[in-house]
Each structure stands twice: as C-alpha cells, then as structure tokens.
Nanobody
Framework: QVQLVESGGGVVQPGGSLRLSCVAR????????MGWFRQAPGKEREGVAAIENDGSKYYADSVKGRFTISRDNAKNTVYLQMTGLKIEDTAMYYC????????????????????WGQGTQVTVSS
C-alpha cells in the first residue's frame, strides 16, 4: 500500500514562495503520474500541476509561469515550487498518484483508484 506524505505548507505574504514536498512510502508505482491538487474552502478540488514518469509536465492555467513541478524517482518524492504566490492560491494542497496521464489530472482530477495524501495547508496573506 502506497502512502503519500506532504510537507512544506505554511503562511506566506503575497509574492512569496514555498516549496511543497510529497514522499511516497511503501510500494510505489514509478510508472504512475503524480500530481498536486488544491481545495479552497467552499470550492471543488482542482488539479494544479502534474508530472508523468517520463518527466512530461502539465499545469493549470492559473499557475503557469509561477509553479514548477518536479520529481525525484530515486527518492520517491515529487515537489511543487511555488513562486509569486497570490491570495487566491490559499488552499489545502494535496499530492496524488494514479495510472493516468498528467493532462488528465489537470482536466478531470485524480480519478478512480487514485491515492491521496493527507494535505498541507498553504495560506497567502498580508
């Protein structure tokens, strides 16, 4: 059973930066895509960024040019570097993995059978 553990959230001022990490523990699936999702209060969970096992990356329009996803397969870890943070980026951020392509993560979510982490809170506030 794979367990995903996120870290790196916190409180930051607008324009600031944070780096989120997600470590996969247990039996891992290196061929699976991994992604970051977020959910703000009263809103649906949305795909933010995704990366496939070959390194192909996909981003939601709202974060393009500001967020960067990367993965270190040797460490079973995926990262989300967030810069130029805005108040509207405030949300609980979740890591997820599933056997589907990264673009699908962004458009349709993690999908049936996907594995979620417990989330890490990001708050952007002045």
């Amino acid at each position: 059973q794979v367990q995903l553990v996120e870290s790196g959230g916190g409180v930051v001022q607008p324009g600031g930066s944070l780096r989120l990490s997600c470590v996969a523990r247990g039996y891992t699936y290196p061929s699976y895509s991994m992604g970051w999702f977020r959910q703000a209060p009263g809103k649906e969970r949305e795909g933010v960024a995704a990366i496939e096992n070959d390194g192909s990356k996909y981003y939601a329009d709202s974060v393009k040019g500001r967020f960067t996803i990367s993965r270190d397969n040797a460490k079973n870890t995926v990262y989300l570097q967030m810069t130029g943070l805005k108040i509207e980026d405030t949300a609980m951020y979740y890591c997820g993995t599933n056997n589907r392509n990264g673009e699908t993560f962004i458009q349709y979510g993690l999908g049936k059978g996907g594995i979620w982490g417990q989330g890490t809170q990001v708050t952007v506030s002045s």
